[in-house]
Nanobody, 126 residues
Framework: QVQLVESGGGLVQPGGSLRLSCEVS????????VAWFRQALGKEREFVGA????????NYADSVKGRFTVSRDYAKNTVYLQMNNLKPEDTALYYC???????????????????YGQGTQVTVSS
C-alpha cells in the first residue's frame, strides 16, 4: 500500500517562496507519476504540476509556469513542489497524488491517480 504525506505548507508573504514535500512510503516512487493539485476555499480542485513516470518529464498549469517546479529525490522517495514568486491567488490546500497508469491526456485529472495525500495548507498574504 502506497502512502503519501505532504508537508511544508505555511503562511508566506506575496513574492515569497515555499517548498512542499510529498513523502512516499510503501513502494519506490520511481514508476509512479506524481502530481500536485490544489483547492482554494469555495473553488474546485485544480491541477498544478506533475512529474511523469520515472521522472521523464514534467507538466504544469499555465497559472504556475515559470514560478513552480516539480522535482524528485529518489534517495528520499520524495517529490517536491518548489513555489517561487507566490501570489495571494496561490492560497489553497495543496495535495499530492500518485499513479502508475497516467498518460499525457490524463496527467491533470485528479481521478486518474491511485493514491492521495491529506493536503498541506499554503496561505499567501501580507
Amino acid at each position: 500500500q502506497v502512502q503519501l504525506v505532504e508537508s511544508g505548507g505555511g503562511l508566506v508573504q506575496p513574492g515569497g517562496s515555499l517548498r512542499l514535500s510529498c513523502e512516499v512510503s510503501g513502494q519506490t516512487v520511481r514508476p509512479y507519476a506524481v502530481a500536485w493539485f490544489r483547492q482554494a476555499l469555495g473553488k474546485e480542485r485544480e491541477f498544478v504540476g506533475a512529474t511523469r513516470q520515472n521522472g521523464m518529464s514534467t507538466n504544469y498549469a499555465d497559472s504556475v509556469k515559470g514560478r513552480f517546479t516539480v522535482s524528485r529525490d529518489y534517495a528520499k522517495n520524495t517529490v517536491y513542489l518548489q513555489m517561487n514568486n507566490l501570489k495571494p491567488e496561490d492560497t489553497a490546500l495543496y495535495y499530492c497524488a500518485a499513479g502508475r497508469r497516467l498518460i499525457l491526456s490524463t496527467i491533470a485529472t485528479w481521478r486518474a491517480y491511485d493514491y492521495y495525500g491529506q493536503g498541506t495548507q499554503v496561505t499567501v498574504s501580507s
